[in-house]
């Protein structure tokens, strides 16, 4: 065992301990201590300023473009949007310890269901330091221990958060070890981590494909991720065209970088001549590249004519793809073909056929008549998120505190015995 695959154990030992402590605190400690956090990181922003600088500078020597740059960037407005958001978590109701479905059974038990922490979770991320905090306080409020690996370009801004985090664990009489983060930019640390089953729960990937990819392949923990975000949606026949001019512009053109971004569009023969001119000139005085298939480019001579990897790919950029459809079921056998499970919307005033969407297409969001752009937790009414899963087991869709916890069975009785 290398000195790495060490270090990476110690913090798994050290994180169950903590787990099993938080399983059992109270809500309003862990609350307490959420707060605290906050505090301290508006009293240390300076002193965070200051790493991150290190960090930033790092990045410019390193080459890393203007955008990852932005990313990586902390300042007092950014320091002030994290400590809001660990006590918007704080002010959550605690969902550990909830009994639901209680109920007698012939025998005279009672059976029902207790909502419970995961234990120890480990998050691996890219760039932004801010999900040190979103990370540990989700984590925290669920009442799990977690493990936080960030991207290599923000070691020093990460740190100084953790320094944050520990010191308002320990005032509000927690165990500091509750958030802890790897101090290595190795690789290997990576390896490690997503194979200590003996200590780890769960795994949270959050970056890019590449990262997610090798996440999900190596792992011999439980991850909760999504690896593409090929949002669609469909025009039916019977929608309101001014309805699905605003919803698409909406979904495609309020944030290009966004797993729940639009796209690929697809529009129903019916309505295609007199919808698509309408969308193109609006995309393209966006500045939105267009690309179609043989239908959309004949009723749009100023679409690029589109290539089957683009039915595929996930832009995060202002590009579209748009496909003209005959009907309902060649909409859903795009979607079931091309799509990603992660979010895809009809706009539709025909109720039947609105739920035969509801119904049939298989993703972990499925809208009517809205963007895709409310895939979100926030949104959701859950507060926060720690991510986007597409999987089917454990969380599906936006990943909240009830995406955090699991439940175990409890049994009540009075001395009973069974026959």
């Not at 409020?141 to 958060?161: D, F, P, T, V, Y």
């Not at 944050?164 to 290595?184: F, K, S, W």
């Not at 669609?232 to 929608?239: E, F, L, Q, S, T």
């Not at 001014?242 to 966004?258: F, H």
Request: with cysteine; aromatic share 2%.
């Amino acid at each position: 065992m290398s000195d790495i695959q060490r270090e990476v154990e110690q913090l798994g030992v050290r994180a169950r301990a903590a787990g099993r402590v938080l399983a059992t605190s109270e809500g309003q400690h862990r609350d307490k201590a959420l707060l605290a956090m906050a505090a301290e990181l508006r009293r240390s922003a300076e002193t965070l300023m200051q790493a991150n600088q290190k960090d930033l500078a790092a990045g410019q020597q390193a080459g890393l473009d203007a955008a990852l740059l932005d990313r990586l960037t902390l300042n007092s407005e950014r320091i002030e949007a994290m400590a809001a958001g660990l006590e918007q978590i704080a002010s959550l109701p605690d969902p550990i310890g909830e009994i639901t479905a209680l109920k007698p059974m012939p025998s005279g038990i009672r059976v029902g269901q207790m909502r419970v922490p995961l234990g120890v979770v480990a998050i691996i991320y890219e760039s932004r330091p801010n999900v040190t905090a979103d990370a540990a306080g989700l984590c925290l409020k669920a009442g799990n221990a977690c493990i936080l690996r960030g991207g290599s370009e923000s070691l020093q801004s990460n740190q100084a958060i953790a320094k944050c985090i520990n010191q308002a664990l320990a005032t509000a009489g927690l165990p500091a070890e509750a958030v802890q983060v790897v101090q290595t930019a190795d690789r290997e640390a990576v390896g490690a981590l997503i194979t200590l089953s003996e200590y780890v729960d769960v795994l949270v990937p959050r970056g890019g494909k590449g990262l997610i990819k090798r996440i999900s392949e190596q792992a011999t923990v439980p991850v909760i991720k999504h690896l593409d975000g090929v949002c669609h949606c469909y025009i039916d026949a019977g929608a309101d065209l001014d309805m699905a001019e605003r919803i698409v512009m909406n979904a495609k053109t309020q944030r290009y970088g966004t797993c729940n971004t639009l796209e690929t569009l697809l529009v129903d023969t019916a309505v295609a001549k007199t919808f698509l001119p309408q969308i193109v000139e609006r995309m393209s005085a966006a500045g939105v590249e267009l690309r179609g298939c043989s239908q959309t480019v004949a009723i749009s001579p100023t679409v690029a004519p589109a290539t089957e990897e683009d039915w595929d790919t996930e832009y995060l950029a202002p590009i579209l793809s748009i496909r003209v459809v005959d009907g309902l079921d060649a909409a859903m056998a795009h979607i079931e073909q091309h799509g990603s499970g992660h979010t895809d919307a009809i706009v539709t005033n025909d109720y039947q056929r609105s739920q035969r969407f509801l119904r049939a297409v298989d993703s972990s969001s499925v809208m009517v008549n809205a963007s895709t752009r409310f895939a979100d937790g926030a949104e959701y009414g859950l507060g926060a998120e720690i991510g986007i899963s597409t999987d089917k087991l454990h969380a599906r869709g936006p990943v909240g505190l009830e995406g955090l916890t699991t439940r175990k069975y409890i049994v009540l009785g009075d001395g009973h015995i069974r026959q």
